[in-house]
Protein backbone atom coordinates (compact mmCIF):
# COMPACT_ATOMS: atom_id res chain seq x y z
CA UNK A 1 0.00 0.00 0.00
CA UNK A 2 1.18 3.48 -0.82
CA UNK A 3 1.04 5.55 1.91
CA UNK A 4 0.75 9.44 1.55
CA UNK A 5 2.59 12.06 2.98
CA UNK A 6 1.74 15.37 4.91
CA UNK A 7 3.22 18.52 3.82
CA UNK A 8 5.94 18.49 6.71
CA UNK A 9 6.99 15.19 5.15
CA UNK A 10 10.47 16.46 4.24
CA UNK A 11 10.97 18.64 7.39
CA UNK A 12 10.37 15.28 9.73
CA UNK A 13 12.77 13.71 8.00
CA UNK A 14 15.04 16.47 8.28
CA UNK A 15 14.27 16.86 12.27
CA UNK A 16 15.09 13.18 12.46
CA UNK A 17 11.61 11.38 12.82
CA UNK A 18 10.97 7.79 12.97
CA UNK A 19 8.06 7.52 10.67
CA UNK A 20 5.36 5.24 11.00
CA UNK A 21 2.45 3.90 8.96
CA UNK A 22 -0.71 5.71 10.70
CA UNK A 23 -4.01 5.60 9.03
CA UNK A 24 -2.45 5.54 5.60
CA UNK A 25 -0.02 8.43 6.12
CA UNK A 26 3.74 7.85 6.44
CA UNK A 27 3.83 9.61 10.25
CA UNK A 28 6.28 10.66 12.74
CA UNK A 29 5.90 8.34 16.25
CA UNK A 30 9.11 10.18 17.53
CA UNK A 31 12.50 12.34 17.04
CA UNK A 32 15.28 11.52 18.37
CA UNK A 33 14.78 13.24 21.91
CA UNK A 34 12.32 10.35 22.33
CA UNK A 35 8.53 9.94 23.38
CA UNK A 36 9.22 10.63 27.09
CA UNK A 37 11.16 13.99 26.65
CA UNK A 38 8.59 14.84 24.17
CA UNK A 39 5.64 14.15 26.32
CA UNK A 40 7.37 15.57 29.19
CA UNK A 41 8.60 18.78 27.05
CA UNK A 42 4.95 19.15 25.82
CA UNK A 43 3.75 19.62 29.72
CA UNK A 44 6.34 22.18 30.85
CA UNK A 45 6.57 23.75 27.63
CA UNK A 46 5.28 23.29 24.03
CA UNK A 47 5.10 20.86 21.88
CA UNK A 48 4.25 20.80 17.77
CA UNK A 49 2.54 18.11 16.37
CA UNK A 50 1.49 17.51 13.13
CA UNK A 51 -1.77 16.27 12.94
CA UNK A 52 -2.12 17.57 9.00
CA UNK A 53 -3.53 13.28 8.21
CA UNK A 54 -6.77 14.38 9.83
CA UNK A 55 -9.69 15.30 7.88
CA UNK A 56 -10.61 19.08 7.01
CA UNK A 57 -14.15 19.93 6.00
CA UNK A 58 -16.55 22.65 5.42
CA UNK A 59 -20.15 22.44 5.33
CA UNK A 60 -22.03 25.89 4.16
CA UNK A 61 -25.07 26.58 2.79
CA UNK A 62 -28.77 26.95 3.88
CA UNK A 63 -29.78 24.41 6.39
CA UNK A 64 -26.64 23.12 7.37
CA UNK A 65 -26.86 23.55 11.37
CA UNK A 66 -30.14 21.10 11.31
CA UNK A 67 -28.22 18.90 8.49
CA UNK A 68 -25.64 18.09 11.41
CA UNK A 69 -28.05 18.29 14.23
CA UNK A 70 -28.80 15.36 12.04
CA UNK A 71 -26.36 13.36 12.77
CA UNK A 72 -24.86 14.23 16.07
CA UNK A 73 -26.85 14.77 19.48
CA UNK A 74 -25.44 18.66 19.64
CA UNK A 75 -27.09 21.78 19.95
CA UNK A 76 -25.24 23.05 16.55
CA UNK A 77 -27.90 25.77 15.87
CA UNK A 78 -27.06 27.53 19.13
CA UNK A 79 -23.27 27.62 18.60
CA UNK A 80 -22.26 31.07 18.81
CA UNK A 81 -19.30 32.54 15.53
CA UNK A 82 -15.97 31.52 15.83
CA UNK A 83 -16.99 28.82 18.44
CA UNK A 84 -16.58 24.70 18.65
CA UNK A 85 -18.03 21.69 19.88
CA UNK A 86 -17.28 18.35 20.99
CA UNK A 87 -19.28 15.85 18.67
CA UNK A 88 -19.86 12.41 17.76
CA UNK A 89 -21.59 11.01 15.01
CA UNK A 90 -24.08 8.11 16.22
CA UNK A 91 -25.30 5.07 14.54
CA UNK A 92 -28.79 3.55 14.86
CA UNK A 93 -27.73 1.52 17.61
CA UNK A 94 -26.20 4.07 19.66
CA UNK A 95 -22.56 3.19 18.66
CA UNK A 96 -20.01 5.92 17.69
CA UNK A 97 -19.27 6.00 14.07
CA UNK A 98 -16.35 8.99 14.73
CA UNK A 99 -15.97 11.91 17.31
CA UNK A 100 -15.30 15.55 15.54
CA UNK A 101 -14.73 19.10 16.36
CA UNK A 102 -17.62 21.37 14.95
CA UNK A 103 -16.77 24.84 14.58
CA UNK A 104 -19.40 27.65 13.49
CA UNK A 105 -17.84 29.92 11.46
CA UNK A 106 -20.86 31.83 9.89
CA UNK A 107 -24.36 31.40 10.40
CA UNK A 108 -24.55 28.90 7.60
CA UNK A 109 -20.58 27.30 7.65
CA UNK A 110 -19.14 24.98 9.56
CA UNK A 111 -15.59 23.58 9.61
CA UNK A 112 -15.35 19.88 10.69
CA UNK A 113 -12.18 18.03 11.62
CA UNK A 114 -12.33 14.49 11.73
CA UNK A 115 -10.27 11.93 12.65
CA UNK A 116 -7.29 10.44 10.38
CA UNK A 117 -8.49 6.61 10.02
CA UNK A 118 -12.49 7.44 9.74
CA UNK A 119 -12.23 10.57 7.49
CA UNK A 120 -13.10 8.76 4.36
CA UNK A 121 -16.18 7.36 5.95
CA UNK A 122 -17.05 9.99 7.46
CA UNK A 123 -17.16 12.50 4.66
CA UNK A 124 -19.17 9.81 2.22
CA UNK A 125 -21.83 9.89 5.84
CA UNK A 126 -21.57 13.52 5.53
CA UNK A 127 -22.44 13.74 1.85
CA UNK A 128 -25.23 11.59 1.78
CA UNK A 129 -26.88 13.75 4.35
CA UNK A 130 -26.05 16.88 2.92
CA UNK A 131 -30.05 18.51 1.53
CA UNK A 132 -28.71 21.35 -0.66
CA UNK A 133 -25.62 22.47 1.29
CA UNK A 134 -22.22 22.07 0.02
CA UNK A 135 -18.68 20.27 1.56
CA UNK A 136 -15.61 20.99 0.57
CA UNK A 137 -12.73 18.54 1.68
CA UNK A 138 -9.37 20.94 1.99
CA UNK A 139 -7.39 18.45 0.52
CA UNK A 140 -4.40 20.54 0.52
CA UNK A 141 -4.45 21.95 3.91
CA UNK A 142 -2.10 21.28 6.71
CA UNK A 143 -3.49 21.25 10.63
CA UNK A 144 -0.29 22.45 13.21
CA UNK A 145 -1.13 21.24 16.78
CA UNK A 146 0.82 23.67 19.23
CA UNK A 147 0.38 22.40 22.95
CA UNK A 148 1.53 23.10 26.16
CA UNK A 149 2.06 26.37 29.17
CA UNK A 150 4.27 27.85 26.67
CA UNK A 151 1.92 28.00 23.51
CA UNK A 152 -0.11 31.46 24.50
CA UNK A 153 2.86 33.06 24.52
CA UNK A 154 4.42 31.49 21.34
CA UNK A 155 1.79 31.69 19.68
CA UNK A 156 1.29 35.60 20.53
CA UNK A 157 4.37 35.72 18.65
CA UNK A 158 2.82 35.07 15.14
CA UNK A 159 -0.78 36.22 15.81
CA UNK A 160 -1.95 38.22 18.72
CA UNK A 161 -5.56 37.78 17.95
CA UNK A 162 -5.24 34.38 18.98
CA UNK A 163 -3.54 34.44 22.25
CA UNK A 164 -6.63 35.85 23.44
CA UNK A 165 -8.79 32.80 22.10
CA UNK A 166 -10.07 30.77 25.39
CA UNK A 167 -10.99 26.76 25.08
CA UNK A 168 -12.99 25.91 22.46
CA UNK A 169 -12.89 29.49 20.62
CA UNK A 170 -11.79 30.07 17.17
CA UNK A 171 -10.66 33.29 15.13
CA UNK A 172 -8.89 33.82 11.54
CA UNK A 173 -5.75 34.86 11.08
CA UNK A 174 -2.82 36.09 8.98
CA UNK A 175 0.55 34.67 9.61
CA UNK A 176 3.18 35.91 7.45
CA UNK A 177 0.95 36.87 4.67
CA UNK A 178 -1.13 33.49 4.67
CA UNK A 179 -4.46 32.85 5.48
CA UNK A 180 -4.71 30.98 8.85
CA UNK A 181 -7.57 29.92 11.08
CA UNK A 182 -6.75 29.06 14.87
CA UNK A 183 -9.03 27.55 17.39
CA UNK A 184 -7.75 27.20 21.21
CA UNK A 185 -7.98 23.28 21.37
CA UNK A 186 -6.47 20.58 21.27
CA UNK A 187 -6.00 16.59 22.35
CA UNK A 188 -2.96 16.83 25.65
CA UNK A 189 -5.14 17.99 28.31
CA UNK A 190 -3.14 21.54 28.06
CA UNK A 191 -3.96 24.76 26.82
CA UNK A 192 -2.66 25.01 23.29
CA UNK A 193 -3.89 25.43 19.79
CA UNK A 194 -4.66 24.34 16.30
CA UNK A 195 -3.89 25.83 12.84
CA UNK A 196 -5.00 25.20 9.76
CA UNK A 197 -2.94 26.21 7.11
CA UNK A 198 -2.30 26.05 3.80
CA UNK A 199 -0.30 22.77 2.47
CA UNK A 200 2.48 24.99 1.01
CA UNK A 201 2.72 27.33 3.39
CA UNK A 202 3.75 25.15 6.09
CA UNK A 203 6.66 24.25 6.60
CA UNK A 204 7.82 27.71 6.94
CA UNK A 205 5.33 28.07 9.93
CA UNK A 206 6.50 24.89 11.51
CA UNK A 207 9.85 26.54 11.16
CA UNK A 208 8.96 29.84 12.43
CA UNK A 209 7.36 27.73 15.84
CA UNK A 210 10.12 25.59 16.28
CA UNK A 211 12.62 28.48 15.68
CA UNK A 212 11.26 29.33 19.65
CA UNK A 213 13.23 27.76 21.95
CA UNK A 214 10.24 26.38 24.01
CA UNK A 215 8.89 24.35 21.36
CA UNK A 216 10.01 21.01 20.06
CA UNK A 217 8.61 18.76 17.84
CA UNK A 218 6.90 16.13 18.73
CA UNK A 219 5.34 12.48 17.32
CA UNK A 220 2.28 10.97 17.58
CA UNK A 221 3.82 8.89 20.24
CA UNK A 222 3.74 11.78 22.79
CA UNK A 223 0.52 12.50 21.76
CA UNK A 224 -1.18 9.22 22.42
CA UNK A 225 0.64 9.73 26.09
CA UNK A 226 -0.74 13.06 26.74
CA UNK A 227 -4.30 12.57 25.35
CA UNK A 228 -4.81 9.05 28.14
CA UNK A 229 -3.19 11.08 30.59
CA UNK A 230 -5.56 13.47 29.95
CA UNK A 231 -8.45 10.57 29.85
CA UNK A 232 -9.27 11.46 26.32
CA UNK A 233 -11.12 9.05 24.13
CA UNK A 234 -9.19 7.90 20.98
CA UNK A 235 -11.53 6.66 18.22
CA UNK A 236 -11.11 2.57 17.39
CA UNK A 237 -9.92 2.10 21.22
CA UNK A 238 -12.58 3.68 24.05
CA UNK A 239 -14.95 4.55 21.23
CA UNK A 240 -16.86 2.45 18.27
CA UNK A 241 -19.46 1.23 16.37
CA UNK A 242 -19.96 -1.26 19.44
CA UNK A 243 -19.71 1.59 22.25
CA UNK A 244 -22.03 4.61 22.83
CA UNK A 245 -21.73 7.87 24.26
CA UNK A 246 -23.17 6.65 27.80
CA UNK A 247 -20.93 3.87 28.60
CA UNK A 248 -18.09 5.79 27.04
CA UNK A 249 -18.78 8.39 29.66
CA UNK A 250 -19.26 10.94 27.41
CA UNK A 251 -22.94 12.33 28.33
CA UNK A 252 -21.60 15.47 28.71
CA UNK A 253 -21.20 15.50 24.98
CA UNK A 254 -24.79 15.53 24.61
CA UNK A 255 -26.53 18.92 24.18
CA UNK A 256 -29.61 19.60 27.03
CA UNK A 257 -31.96 20.69 24.26
CA UNK A 258 -31.10 17.31 22.47
CA UNK A 259 -31.70 15.14 25.54
CA UNK A 260 -35.00 13.39 25.81
CA UNK A 261 -36.32 16.20 28.00
CA UNK A 262 -35.44 18.87 25.59
CA UNK A 263 -36.99 21.16 23.52
CA UNK A 264 -35.02 19.53 20.39
CA UNK A 265 -34.95 16.23 21.78
CA UNK A 266 -33.47 13.41 19.08
CA UNK A 267 -33.35 13.87 15.96
CA UNK A 268 -30.16 11.89 15.87
CA UNK A 269 -29.29 8.13 15.03
CA UNK A 270 -29.49 5.97 17.80
CA UNK A 271 -30.97 8.50 19.83
CA UNK A 272 -33.82 6.29 21.60
CA UNK A 273 -31.19 3.67 22.66
CA UNK A 274 -29.24 6.05 24.10
CA UNK A 275 -31.98 7.51 25.80
CA UNK A 276 -32.82 4.52 27.61
CA UNK A 277 -29.02 3.99 28.51
CA UNK A 278 -29.07 7.18 30.01
CA UNK A 279 -31.56 5.85 32.52
CA UNK A 280 -30.67 2.28 32.81
CA UNK A 281 -27.38 2.63 32.69
CA UNK A 282 -24.86 0.23 30.68
CA UNK A 283 -23.26 -2.99 32.02
CA UNK A 284 -19.75 -1.99 31.54
CA UNK A 285 -18.08 1.73 32.19
CA UNK A 286 -15.01 3.64 31.01
CA UNK A 287 -12.35 3.60 33.66
CA UNK A 288 -8.50 4.54 34.76
CA UNK A 289 -6.30 2.36 36.02
CA UNK A 290 -3.09 2.70 37.52
CA UNK A 291 -0.84 -0.52 37.52
CA UNK A 292 0.65 -1.19 41.03
CA UNK A 293 4.03 -1.36 39.91
CA UNK A 294 6.61 -0.91 36.67
CA UNK A 295 5.80 -3.31 34.29
CA UNK A 296 3.13 -2.09 31.73
CA UNK A 297 0.11 -3.51 30.55
CA UNK A 298 -1.35 -3.60 27.35
CA UNK A 299 -4.22 -2.83 25.19
CA UNK A 300 -6.43 -6.02 24.94
CA UNK A 301 -5.00 -7.71 28.34
CA UNK A 302 -8.18 -8.87 30.53
CA UNK A 303 -9.21 -7.34 33.58
CA UNK A 304 -9.90 -9.71 36.51
CA UNK A 305 -11.29 -9.09 39.81
CA UNK A 306 -9.93 -10.05 43.31
CA UNK A 307 -11.75 -13.53 42.93
CA UNK A 308 -10.37 -14.04 39.21
CA UNK A 309 -12.92 -13.52 37.52
CA UNK A 310 -12.78 -11.68 33.78
CA UNK A 311 -14.82 -8.05 34.17
CA UNK A 312 -13.36 -6.45 31.80
CA UNK A 313 -10.30 -5.52 29.22
CA UNK A 314 -8.44 -2.84 28.54
CA UNK A 315 -8.59 -0.63 25.66
CA UNK A 316 -5.63 1.66 26.20
CA UNK A 317 -2.24 1.64 28.13
CA UNK A 318 0.77 3.41 28.23
CA UNK A 319 3.74 4.91 30.61
CA UNK A 320 2.39 7.45 31.84
CA UNK A 321 5.31 10.19 31.83
CA UNK A 322 3.71 12.76 34.15
CA UNK A 323 2.57 10.57 36.66
CA UNK A 324 5.60 8.60 36.75
CA UNK A 325 4.00 4.95 35.80
CA UNK A 326 1.86 2.85 33.52
CA UNK A 327 -1.53 3.78 33.14
CA UNK A 328 -4.49 2.50 31.36
CA UNK A 329 -8.43 2.63 30.31
CA UNK A 330 -10.64 -0.47 30.67
CA UNK A 331 -14.10 -0.85 29.95
CA UNK A 332 -15.16 -2.75 33.47
CA UNK A 333 -18.14 -3.87 34.81
CA UNK A 334 -20.00 -1.02 35.94
CA UNK A 335 -20.39 -1.47 39.90
CA UNK A 336 -16.79 -2.03 39.75
CA UNK A 337 -15.46 1.07 38.86
CA UNK A 338 -15.13 2.84 42.06
CA UNK A 339 -11.96 4.71 42.24
CA UNK A 340 -9.86 2.99 44.45
CA UNK A 341 -11.08 -0.47 43.90
CA UNK A 342 -8.41 -3.46 43.71
CA UNK A 343 -8.70 -5.21 40.28
CA UNK A 344 -5.93 -7.54 38.65
CA UNK A 345 -4.47 -7.45 34.45
CA UNK A 346 -3.74 -10.58 32.97
CA UNK A 347 -0.07 -10.03 31.45
CA UNK A 348 1.41 -13.14 29.96
CA UNK A 349 1.85 -15.52 32.72
CA UNK A 350 1.73 -13.04 35.58
CA UNK A 351 -1.37 -11.02 36.79
CA UNK A 352 -0.61 -7.33 37.39
CA UNK A 353 -2.52 -5.62 40.43
CA UNK A 354 -4.21 -2.57 39.27
CA UNK A 355 -6.29 -0.11 41.16
CA UNK A 356 -9.19 1.96 39.86
CA UNK A 357 -8.08 5.47 39.26
CA UNK A 358 -10.26 8.72 38.71
CA UNK A 359 -9.66 10.60 35.43
CA UNK A 360 -7.70 12.74 34.09
CA UNK A 361 -4.28 10.76 35.55
CA UNK A 362 -2.84 14.52 35.12
CA UNK A 363 -4.61 17.49 35.74
CA UNK A 364 -6.23 18.88 32.39
CA UNK A 365 -4.90 23.05 31.96
CA UNK A 366 -7.04 24.22 29.08
CA UNK A 367 -7.68 28.08 29.40
CA UNK A 368 -11.32 28.76 30.16
CA UNK A 369 -10.13 33.09 30.78
Not at 86 to 115: C, H, K, M, P
Not at 188 to 208: C, H, M, Q, W, Y
Not at 271 to 294: C, E, N, S, T
Request: glycine share 10%.
Amino acid sequence: MTLLHTPLDALHRELGAKMVPFAGYDMPVQYPAGIISEHLHTRQAAGLFDVSHMGQVIIEGLGSAAMLESLVPVDIDGLADNRQTYAVFTNEQGGVLDDLIITRWSQETFFLVVNAGCKRQDIAHLRAHLSGQTLTVLEHHALLALQGPAAREVIRTVCSDAAELRFMQGCPGIIDGVKVYITCSGYTGEDGFEISVPGAAATNLARRLLSDQRVQAVGLGARDSLRLEAGLCLYGHELTTEIDPVQAGLVWSISQSRRAEGERAGGFPGADVIFRRMIDKPALRRIGLRVDGKRPVREGQVVLDESGRQVGEICSACYGASVGGPIAMAYIERELGLPGTKLLVVSRDKHLPVTVTPMPFNPQRYFRG
